[in-house]
Structures are given as structure tokens and as C-alpha cells.
């Protein structure tokens, strides 16, 4: 299984290594061609604004909407979920808006502020570590978005179909569960 990840700007060996350590083969996605030669493809955390204005520059935007259209999954994680969020509070235009969410940036506060927890998944087994670095919140879900995970009664990780979304960094951990459930997620839609 060969899954993408979007190397504009962000956490991209972090999660390359992840896969590896799944036993995926992890891609830094640098063209758009690439995106037909992967099964599936993550947009990491990083800063939401300069990976929105990097995708636009390099023809991302069109691409991923396609590749989305192919029910091919897509894992977004902090930044990540923000640019595929259909709604954005705050005024700032969307960007893929793929995921039927409206997410607020930085919600968790200043960087000082970052913080790593113990979080219970709806329908696992076993909490998954989450790292929050100035990370975004789903302020809502509509319809067709599952809601996997909430924190403080606020939402923060859910899924819509082949679309995955979670404000924290998983990737930043040595917790694989969340990148196994996206390779499931990757099974699931191409069997």
C-alpha cells in the first residue's frame, strides 16, 4: 500500500515514518501526477494558510478535489483538517472544502499552550496519545460526518465517509493507531 503525504510544508517524514512503522510505504507528494500513483493521502499539520496558498500556487487544489471525487481517503491532521474543512469561522475563505465541517483555527490557544493527552476514540478498544499543538476545533459536524472523538465537550477528531479529520498530531507520537484506522479506512475503498 502506497499513501501520500502532501510535502508543501509540515510534519511530513513524522508521518512517513508512521506508515513505515505500519508496514505502508509513506510518499512525500511534491507534484500533482503523483497523487495517481497512491492508494490514499495525508495532509499533515503545519500552518493552514501557507499550505492553502502553497496548493493554490501548485495546482493542489484541483487535484486533490479530484482524487477526493475518487473516493480515495484523505487524512488530514491540525492544518491538515483545516484545509479540508467546508467552513472556516473567523472570515478566512475555505480551501479543499471537502469535509462537511466548520473548524475555528488555533482554538486551544498560543503554542505554550500545546498539550498531549489520553484520547478515548468513539468504538475503540483503547485511547489513542493526541498531541494539540495550536490546534484547530470542529465547531460543527453535518450531516454525514461521524464525530470519533470529542475533548472538553468541544470535537476534535470525526470522519465523513473516505475523509478523515483530527485537530491533533498523531504523528508526533509512537501511537500508530490512528494512521492503522486511515489504513483500514484505505482497504475499505479499494476492495
Known amino acids: ?55 493554490r500556487a501548485y495546482g493542489f487544489i484541483e ?14 491532521t491540525c492544518a491538515g483538517l ?17 469535509m462537511n465541517v466548520t473548524v475555528a483555527r488555533n482554538a486551544f490557544g498560543r503554542q505554550r499552550e500545546s498539550f498531549e493527552i489520553d484520547l478515548q476514540m468513539k468504538g ?11 490546534a484547530p476545533l470542529i465547531e460543527s459536524a453535518g450531516d454525514g460526518v461521524d464525530v470519533l472523538a470529542e475533548y472538553r465537550g468541544g470535537i476534535v477528531a470525526v470522519r465523513q465517509g473516505h475523509l478523515l479529520g483530527a485537530s491533533f ?13 486511515f489504513l483500514e479506512m484505505i482497504r475499505q475503498y479499494s476492495a
Open 1 to 55: 500500500m502506497r499513501v501520500g503525504v502532501l510535502a508543501l510544508q509540515g510534519a511530513v517524514a513524522e508521518h512517513i515514518r508512521s506508515l513505515e512503522n505500519c508496514g505502508a510505504e509513506g510518499v512525500a507528494i511534491k507534484r500533482t501526477e503523483q497523487l495517481d500513483e497512491i492508494d490514499g493521502l495525508i495532509i499533515p499539520g503545519g500552518e493552514s494558510t501557507t499550505i492553502g496558498k502553497l496548493m
Open 63 to 76: 487535484a486533490i478535489r479530484s482524487f477526493s471525487e475518487k473516493k480515495k481517503p484523505i487524512f488530514g
Open 82 to 98: 483545516i484545509v479540508m474543512a467546508e467552513r472556516l469561522s473567523g472570515g478566512e475563505p475555505p480551501h479543499l472544502q471537502l
Open 124 to 134: 475503540w478498544n483503547r485511547p489513542v496519545r493526541a498531541v494539540f499543538i495550536r
Open 169 to 181: 498530531h498523531p504523528e508526533l507520537t509512537d501511537d500508530t493507531s490512528m494512521h492503522e484506522y
